[in-house]
């Protein structure tokens, strides 16, 4: 089961062997609004890992579709494995050692909604492990909070990114802020990691109310027009464009 290095390549050691010889392995978080590109840097991140001869498991949270992936707008998708709150990932991946397979890395997408107990597990694989974590996610909530699975992780990454992918608010400034918006209006009240209603964030654009009474959308806006409340004259639902 141990691959033989190519001639001339950097070899990188299995997971068993990485044991042996301990390469620090880090845990880093990339966060930012909804649209800003998480999915697609994390596709992009996984395709340069398996260039260099790699092997790594993709995780995802919230994907309903029955077959989970992570995809992005610019059209990558790839399998995934779906984890839900009570998943241990460190058995997750012992599961693909049982199995044979290498596991050098894990992407983790949607990482907003993992478990505080979940990102130590994952801090746990980096440390005891050498399994390098990339973890993708939301900033903040649409009350301008830090998500749960986003706060562990500022407080325990290696390394913590902004997404430099820029999501402008309608006014031209950078958005930071995720609106929840209700038939037409910002709100600021309501369930947060409600699964069934904030898992639309990979595809923030469409109608994602778990109930179809009031439509809800989600849009990025700055902070000064989060604070205020104000969604600007853009036709991004078909209620902003009665409102000109
Ligand atoms: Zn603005």
Not at 11 to 31: I, K
Request: glycine residues 10%; proline residues 7%.
């Amino acid at each position: 089961m141990t691959p033989s290095p190519p001639n001339g390549i950097p070899f990188v050691p299995a997971a068993g062997d990485r044991r042996r010889h301990p390469a620090p392995a880090h845990l880093v978080f990339f966060h930012g609004p909804m649209d800003c590109g998480k999915s697609t840097l994390a596709l992009q991140v996984d395709h340069n890992q398996r260039r260099q001869g790699r092997h790594g498991v993709l995780l995802t949270q919230g994907d309903r579709s029955g077959s989970p992936q992570i995809s992005s707008r610019v059209g990558l998708r790839r399998a995934a494995l779906e984890v839900d709150a009570g998943t241990d990932v460190r058995l997750l991946v012992r599961d693909h050692w049982a199995a044979g397979h290498r596991v050098d890395y894990l992407i983790v997408d949607e990482a907003q909604f993992l478990t505080g107990a979940q990102v130590e597990q994952l801090a746990e694989l980096v440390d005891e492990s050498h399994v390098d974590v990339y973890a993708f996610g939301l900033t903040t909530d649409f009350r301008a909070r830090l998500f749960p699975g986003t706060q562990r992780l500022f407080e325990l990454a290696d390394d913590v990114q902004r997404v430099q992918v820029q999501v402008l608010c309608w006014c031209g400034l950078p958005g930071l802020l995720n609106a929840r918006v209700v038939g037409g209006a910002m709100v600021r009240e309501g369930a947060t990691v409600v699964v069934a209603d904030t898992a639309p964030a990979s595809s923030p654009d469409d109608v994602a109310g778990p109930a179809d009474d009031a439509p809800v959308r989600y849009q990025v806006l700055c902070r000064r027009h989060y604070v205020r409340g104000e969604l600007g004259r853009a036709p991004t639902g078909p209620g902003q464009l009665a409102l000109r």
